[in-house]
């Protein structure tokens, strides 16, 4: 069964880089990895998604090892905006394919 | 173009009880996924549909099913409701027609469901 950790949360300042990553071992080898954004009284939504290498979109970008056994969610200059809930988002197939979300990491970013 | 809606908001049952809730996905979408989110839990997959049939389920018991009409609305029930089943029930629908791991999702704002 696929795994997911994640850190359970950072603190960064605006205008900061920040990186948070998860680690995942099981996961569907040919099923994307993907990040959602949370929060408070919302359903998450879409961040960013990617196989391997790098993907860059204009909000985010994603570093997944050749081994895809992790990827890195980096949020360039983030801004009080962005403290929300972070999750990664895996394929699993063990015993019929399912999606396995991270536990979270909770970004608070302070001015 | 609207997002996912969910109905209702808000319920509150008592154990023992069942319970119905209605996703309806943005239009054109046919894949509609049902996921619970609890703090102890955090958020887990319960089953996905695509175009009528269940195509993908998560570990959760019978009690839990769903079902999707031809317009791609779904909903999902609940049997013999227990204290462990209150959580926020999120619905969300993907415009893609392979594995939900390989398409975004749009994500309702969910259905908080008290089990008293």
């Known amino acids: 069964l696929a795994k997911t950790t994640q850190p359970i949360s950072m603190d960064s300042y605006e205008g900061q880089e920040v990186n948070i990553t998860c680690s995942h071992n099981n996961i569907a080898t040919n099923d994307y990895i993907t990040w959602y954004q949370q929060f408070p009284s919302q359903g998450p939504r879409f961040i960013i998604q990617g196989y391997k290498t790098k993907v860059t979109n204009e909000v985010a970008s994603l570093f997944i090892p050749a081994d895809r056994k992790s990827s890195t969610l980096s949020l360039p200059r983030v801004s009080l905006s962005d403290t929300a809930v972070y999750y990664c988002?895996?394929?699993?197939?063990?015993?019929?394919?399912?999606?396995?979300f991270g536990a979270g990491t909770r970004l608070f970013v302070k001015a | 173009k609207a997002g996912v809606t969910q109905t209702p908001r808000y319920l509150i049952k008592t154990r023992g009880q069942q319970v119905t809730l209605s996703c309806s996905p943005i239009s054109g979408h046919r894949s509609v996924s049902w996921y619970q989110q609890t703090p102890g839990q955090g958020l887990q997959f319960l089953f996905e549909?695509?175009?009528?049939?269940?195509?993908n389920k998560g570990n959760f018991p019978g009690r839990f099913s769903g079902r999707q009409f031809s317009n791609s609305r779904s909903e999902m029930n609940v049997s013999t409701l227990e204290l462990g089943d209150s959580a926020l029930y999120l619905c969300?629908?993907?415009?893609?027609?392979?594995?939900?791991?390989?398409?975004?999702?749009?994500f309702g704002p969910g259905t908080r469901l008290t089990v008293l």
């Open positions: 988002l895996v394929g699993d197939n063990t015993g019929g394919f399912k999606t396995i």
């Open positions: 969300a629908s993907s415009g893609g027609t392979g594995r939900i791991g390989g398409y975004e999702q749009f």
């Open positions: 549909y695509f175009s009528e049939t269940q195509r």
